[in-house]
């Protein structure tokens, strides 16, 4: 208890300005929250002009009935991108690194494919705002057990990865988030400081500031790293989940507390002063949020990903914004700078089916933050219809699952009166109305949030700033579908099918889909070992992904084998000429698959 005061007597006097707990009426409607939502505990914090309030609610661990404490350390995710791109502004606010840096020729011995390197190479600033037309993450360097916590970063770009570091989109055209690019931030770092990058930002960056329970270091609950203040992460149902190395930690490690994170906050509301002096350019500040020379900005649309926040448009305000989410945890920090207003807060569990929004519209409501004014419509200049059609990511947001995001995550658009209807398998309906010419606005926004625009070769997109997409004909997806459809049917019927000729021992029969059916039938063992092992370890070398390489890599061969057997029997029979039908749509399924780079199934590459 006495330790809980005198840090709340620190953060008093480290600010300088009024400081509180959050009262017993708002800790209970969000302990009210936490429980509707299967979320284990939550700590936060406030600032209002001046004005902080820390706060918690629920568990830190339930097994040893451990409660969420106000300065209880937290990860956070990908809230680190935000204070590790703050890190690098204050480098190059020393003059070490500019935001026109070289990336390419700063981390040469890396093997970056960029076609367009003479007229856009790689820079700083394109790793900030997440404009580099960088991959965001492969399977291996999320989910593997293989990284230890001062693991060289450069082992998150081996050179023998294919494609690793290919530019999908011409740097500083299109927004594309990438935590690979913020894993090359901070190798840069290290290159321009001769320091890891985890010393030189908590002796430089975090202590200036004095966030001294805040790191970028490797923390967790147990083992050589551990620290007992650190809150135990959960999944759904309360599964625990301990901190975990990664191989690009510079995008989601970092460990702090509410009351550090306040800090933060009037370290950004105060213009990036500390004590008074510049620590951050004036004009990077003014960058933080507002996107710079993307097609989607060209093309008049504000809202997008600045050099450490995107400004986000919900629940009728404008903020600067970031959310984190990592194994066990999810966090949020949020600013409305013209206000001198922001909140910060961090759960211990990472839920798929809780709605962490709740908590945003909580604290947006709690500060009292002004509504934005609605942007009126000011002129119509292109028809409704013109833009109709389907959608495809355009680039997806990980590169080796394109062909699924293909078939699962396109969008069509329809007019329906003086909207745009927004379609898609994943969300519900979106309804935009026309702003101005090609600005349109989602009906539960303030501002324009979407653009269309054209390429030099006519080619129509759509972007809300932070996802684009390109207008593609309907016939390209409808025989895509068209394959997986057919493709599902005929391997269903060869897996059924030799079931039953199994059982009724029609070994005549059961031999034009032989080597098809225990082709499917050995995918049981690959299946049955995944559910074994960790799922950390998916993106690992294992029996699992060996047997799922091998028999995934077999497949159209053993398809193949089968076919030509059937067809060599007299076609005569229609019980024969179903089986080659089911064979047949089989392999141009999985024909595609290998086409687009789908089969063999290997993570570790």
């Known amino acids: 208890m006495h330790s809980k005061y005198l840090s709340l007597l620190l953060v008093l006097f480290s600010f300088n300005i009024a400081y509180a707990e959050s009262d017993i009426h708002i800790q209970t409607k969000i302990k009210n929250t936490i429980e509707n939502e299967g979320i284990v505990g939550l700590s936060w914090s406030t600032i209002s002009k001046g004005h902080v309030e820390v706060g918690s609610v629920g568990y830190a661990n339930i097994s040893k009935l451990e409660h969420m404490k106000p300065a209880q350390k937290m990860h956070v995710g990908s809230v680190t991108k935000s204070v590790l791109a703050m890190g690098v502004l204050h480098l190059i606010f020393e003059g070490r690194l500019s935001l026109d840096s070289n990336i390419e020729a700063l981390l040469s011995e890396l093997n970056f494919d960029n076609v367009w390197h003479h007229r856009s190479p790689i820079k700083v600033q394109n790793l900030l705002d997440h404009t580099a037309g960088l991959d965001n993450i492969r399977m291996w360097q999320l989910l593997s057990t293989k990284p230890l916590p001062n693991t060289p970063l450069e082992e998150a770009f081996e050179s023998s990865r294919q494609n690793l570091l290919k530019i999908r989109t011409e740097p500083g055209t299109q927004y594309s988030y990438s935590n690979m690019g913020y894993t090359l931030l901070a190798m840069v770092i290290e290159a321009v400081t001769n320091q890891r990058y985890e010393k030189f930002l908590d002796d430089n960056f975090l202590d200036p500031l004095e966030m001294y329970d805040s790191s970028f270091e490797f923390i967790s609950q147990q083992g050589q790293f551990a620290d007992p203040l650190l809150a135990m992460g959960y999944h759904e149902n309360n599964v625990t989940q301990i901190a975990v190395p990664s191989y690009l930690r510079p995008a989601g490690q970092f460990t702090t507390t509410a009351p550090d994170m306040a800090k933060f906050m009037n370290f950004l509301l105060n213009e ?61 920090i949020c600013i409305f700078p013209d206000e001198k207003k922001g909140f910060f807060y961090a759960a211990n569990t990472d839920n798929e089916t809780a709605d962490y929004e709740k908590f945003n519209e909580f604290f947006i409501n709690k500060l009292s933050v002004v509504s934005a004014s609605i942007a009126e419509t000011t002129g119509k200049e292109i028809g409704l219809s013109k833009l109709e059609g389907i959608y495809l990511p355009s680039p997806n947001n990980m590169a080796e699952f394109e062909f699924i995001d293909m078939l699962f995550n396109f969008i069509w658009l329809k007019q329906s009166n003086a909207y745009l209807l927004m379609k898609s398998l994943q969300n519900a309906d979106r309804r ?3 702003v101005k010419d090609h600005l349109f606005r989602d009906v539960n926004r303030t501002q324009a949030s979407h653009v269309f625009y054209w390429d030099s070769e006519n080619k129509l997109f759509l972007s809300d700033g932070l996802k684009t997409f390109t207008q593609v004909s ?12 057919f493709g599902l049917i005929g391997l269903f019927y060869i897996f059924l099918v030799g079931l039953i000729r199994i059982i009724k021992r029609d070994k005549v029969s059961f031999v034009r889909i032989k080597w098809g059916f225990i082709n499917l039938l050995l995918f ?12 950390l370890q998916f993106g690992d070398i294992t029996a699992a992904s060996v047997f799922l390489a091998i028999f995934s890599g077999i497949l159209p061969l053993t398809l193949l084998f089968s076919l030509w057997i059937s067809v060599r029997e007299n076609l005569q029979s229609k019980l024969t000429k179903l089986d080659v039908v089911a064979i047949m749509i089989s392999v141009q399924f999985v024909l595609v698959l290998v086409a687009r780079g789908q089969l063999p199934i290997i993570f570790w590459q």
């Open 272 to 332: 990036g002063k500390v004590k008074g002096q510049n620590f951050v350019k004036p004009e990077h500040m003014r960058m933080l949020t507002n996107p710079f020379n993307t097609k989607a900005h060209m093309a008049g649309l504000n809202i997008g990903h600045g050099l450490a926040f995107a400004n986000r448009d919900r629940h009728n305000v404008l903020g600067m914004c970031h959310p984190g989410t990592t194994f066990g945890f999810r966090a949020y």
């Open 432 to 434: 935009l109305i026309q």
């Open 474 to 485: 309907v016939i390209t997806l409808v025989l895509y579908w068209a394959s997986l459809i």
């Open 524 to 535: 049981s063992l690959p299946i049955y070992l995944y559910v074994q092992q960790s799922f």
